[in-house]
């Protein structure tokens, strides 16, 4: 009933915030201005220094470096899920499935857009929709967003045809939080999919997640804290199995991809398909390709990524709103080369298609090395001033890791990454340039990383709506287009959720679309998924952004006197009802949540007793929570 509660107050509040946030403008100058007014204040509280050395005497107290403390231990060992230990056996096993998934990507055989034998190829007509005639749907991007969405749609006996720019389908990117959110939308599309996925994952629910200092910082009146201690801790055991859903995993990206491709139907996936524009008709939607071609269907959906040239069509944003950079952190340009181009693109292509620049600059890397605290700790992010490093174990003795720092969009390295990193988070010596020593673990990581695997892209999001309140009614359809993913919601990646929120895109969107009995009818179908969705995502969205801004700040918030306590109790407080939101989609809030997930069991296979299930709580709140979830 709490949740419950919750939810509706958090969706009312989040209607009204995105009225003021469509009329003032998401990256109008108003928006802007507040922002500089923010970073100066903050500016100014750093500048304030008062010499009082005994102050700032003593150490921290040693309960913020115990990584898992027996409270939480206690939650952790409910998960119906456990990491399976990294044996040499199973590492070479993740690895070499990475490897064979981009192998089988870059040798397959797939059609392009001037395949001449396709249902594509005829033009639609006016018709009520049956078993042996049924929808017909084009899908523009052959990322997560469209391929979950073609497997939604052909799951509810849709044809469907998923059209890639991609000169060959050649995954590229790191590992992929699969959050339990996504795995429940997985699980209802298409059983064996999400069978597939948990099967190649590795469980990360096991284990605490949490933000942690990255260097020494506060004072006797707002409390002492050692680099590397913990400042929040919180599981999503907890929150997930109160809503009857299965663990996070994380899983290769080539992996995801190869996996949904293997389960749709064949001759689905087209490449080299660059999509130039389309034409809406009375009878269907026809999508025109950069070598000349054409694909009709009754739907098209944009799944095409934060600078899609669906979404510049729909909402009229001119020619020069496309480019090819992609949006997320852990995609990664292909090369150098591209990721130069890309930096100095993106600055131009963002004014003109809408977009925000994050005020962040994102370095991403990959590395096969076992963390020394793999064993504890799944989820961590070190915060400091400007830039924070994120990391999260990727399986395979793997690590994956973010350097986010606050600067200027548009910049390049002329020096290896390596090096400006080592400045960055250095943790000996002189320490970074404001002269604070880094825990080591970020250069752990860092060090453990290949110059060629390290990539950095500017971070992009953007407006749930537009300015134009004429778009707020259907902000992301027309009568028979749609936009989904990236393309719909870019966010930041603080919470791992731009992926999920397009699996729940796709599933929503399949959903709306089956409920069609006429293709002359859809309008209906598409607004009611384009408002639905709206709303949560931007509950999302504006949560990762939020989130973002206060992390460059946290170490001054938690050096002020009362309030840095208070901030951190806030913080750990609220970051449950966070998790449960995100782990109720919108298509599940009136139903029963744990219809179709078993019961815990034991690594040996025993039930667990009553009093054992009634003793599960989540350590972020402390709240009990029974099994099975009430519905």
């Not at 899920?81 to 040499?88: G, L, N, Y």
């Not at 000349?292 to 095409?304: C, F, I, R, T």
């Not at 504890?376 to 400007?386: A, F, H, K, N, P």
């Not at 359809?477 to 719909?488: K, Q």
């Amino acid at each position: 009933r709490r949740s419950s509660c919750f939810l509706k107050i958090m969706r009312l509040g989040v209607a009204l915030a995105l009225a003021v946030r469509a009329v003032s403008g998401f990256v109008g100058p108003a928006q802007r201005g507040r922002e500089t007014a923010l970073r100066a204040m903050a500016d100014v509280l750093r500048d304030v220094k008062v010499d009082v050395p005994w102050l700032a005497e003593g150490e921290g107290s040693p309960k913020n470096r115990v990584n898992i403390p027996e409270e939480i231990a206690r939650v952790l060992r409910q998960s119906p899920a456990q990491r399976v230990p990294e044996s040499a056996e199973r590492v070479e096993a993740v690895r070499a499935r990475a490897r064979q998934a981009t192998a089988d990507a870059l040798s397959a055989e797939f059609a392009t857009a001037s395949s001449s034998e396709a249902w594509w190829r005829e033009r639609p007509r006016a018709r009520a929709l049956t078993k042996e005639d049924p929808l017909r749907v084009a899908v523009v991007g052959g990322g997560l967003a469209g391929l979950v969405t073609a497997a939604a749609c052909a799951a509810q006996g849709m044809r469907v045809a998923v059209f890639e720019q991609a000169r060959s389908y050649a995954p590229y990117g790191g590992p992929i939080q699969i959050q339990s959110n996504a795995l429940r939308a997985i699980r209802r599309i298409n059983p064996a999919i999400f069978d597939d996925l948990v099967a190649a994952g590795t469980v990360t629910a096991d284990r605490v997640s949490g933000l942690k200092i990255g260097y020494r910082k506060g004072n006797k009146l707002s409390g002492i804290y050692e680099a590397g201690d913990w400042l929040v801790r919180f599981d999503t055991v907890g929150p997930a199995l109160e809503a009857g859903l299965p663990p996070t995993v994380v899983v290769d990206r080539p992996v995801i991809q190869q996996i949904f491709v293997r389960h749709l139907p064949p001759g689905t996936v087209h490449i080299r398909s660059r999509l130039v524009g389309y034409e809406e008709t009375a009878d269907g939607v026809a999508a025109a390709f950069e070598d000349g071609s054409e694909a009709h269907a009754d739907v098209l959906v944009g799944a095409d990524g934060v600078w899609s040239t669906v979404r510049r069509q729909l909402h009229d944003l001119g020619d020069g709103a496309v480019g090819t950079a992609a949006s997320g952190a852990a995609g990664g340009a292909l090369d150098e080369a591209e990721a130069r181009a890309a930096a100095r693109e993106t600055v131009r292509v963002a004014q003109k298609a809408s977009r925000r620049y994050s005020g962040f600059t994102c370095y991403a890397g990959l590395c096969e090395h076992r963390a020394s605290n793999i064993e504890d700790v799944s989820y961590q992010i070190l915060l400091g001033s400007s830039k924070y490093f994120v990391s999260t174990d990727a399986g395979g003795d793997r690590q994956q890791w973010f350097a986010l720092i606050r600067e200027p969009p548009g910049g390049v390295d002329d020096a290896p990454k390596l090096d400006r990193l080592r400045r960055e988070f250095a943790h000996h010596g002189a320490g970074d340039e404001d002269g604070n020593l880094w825990d080591s673990f970020a250069l752990e990581l860092v060090n453990a990383t290949a110059e060629a695997d390290v990539k950095r892209r500017d971070l992009y999001d953007g407006p749930p709506l537009l300015r134009n309140p004429a778009t707020w009614l259907s902000p992301w359809n027309s009568h028979r287009v749609a936009i989904c993913g990236d393309a719909a919601h870019p966010m930041m990646p603080n919470l791992g959720q731009g992926g999920c929120q397009s699996t729940e895109d796709g599933y929503r969107l399949a959903l709306d679309l089956a409920k069609a009995s006429r293709s002359d009818r859809l309008r209906p179908h598409l607004d009611a998924y384009s408002r639905r969705r709206v709303l949560r995502t931007s509950i999302v969205q504006g949560l990762a952004q939020l989130g973002s801004d206060l992390l460059v700040d946290f170490d001054l918030m938690i050096s002020i006197p009362l309030l840095g306590p208070a901030f951190l109790t806030a913080t750990q407080l609220t970051m449950p009802w966070i998790l449960r939101f995100l782990y109720v989609p919108d298509f599940d809030l009136h139903a029963c949540p744990a219809a179709s997930l078993p019961p815990p069991t034991r690594e040996n296979g025993a039930e667990r007793s009553g009093a054992e299930r009634s003793e599960r709580r989540s350590l972020s709140d402390g709240t009990a929570a029974p099994w099975p979830p009430a519905s």
